[in-house]
């Protein structure tokens, strides 16, 4: 039985994708994430997500896969 997504929160209505990859510890420096989404390792609610800018509210579901460590999914609380 899977226990769902880790959930991060946010203080405010909505957060960057690059920047929320650093909250939740999903890259080390917010640069980390640049080649993450250049090779398509980063969903937002199942769809492959390029753009660091994009904009994430409550309830959005990020998903990294991570070659040697497998997927992980995280929820924007």
């Not at 650093?22 to 640049?34: E, I, N, R």
């Not at 994430?56 to 991570?66: E, I, M, N, S, Y």
């Amino acid at each position: 039985m899977s226990a769902g997504p880790r959930v991060v929160p946010i203080r405010d209505e909505s957060i960057r994708l690059g920047q929320f990859l650093k909250l939740a510890d999903l890259v080390d420096a917010g640069s980390d994430a640049k080649p993450l989404l250049a090779e398509g390792l980063v969903s937002v609610n199942g769809e492959v997500e390029t753009r660091r800018g994009r904009q994430l509210t409550k309830g959005d579901v990020v998903t990294v896969r991570h070659p040697d460590l497998g997927d992980s999914a995280t929820q924007v609380g």
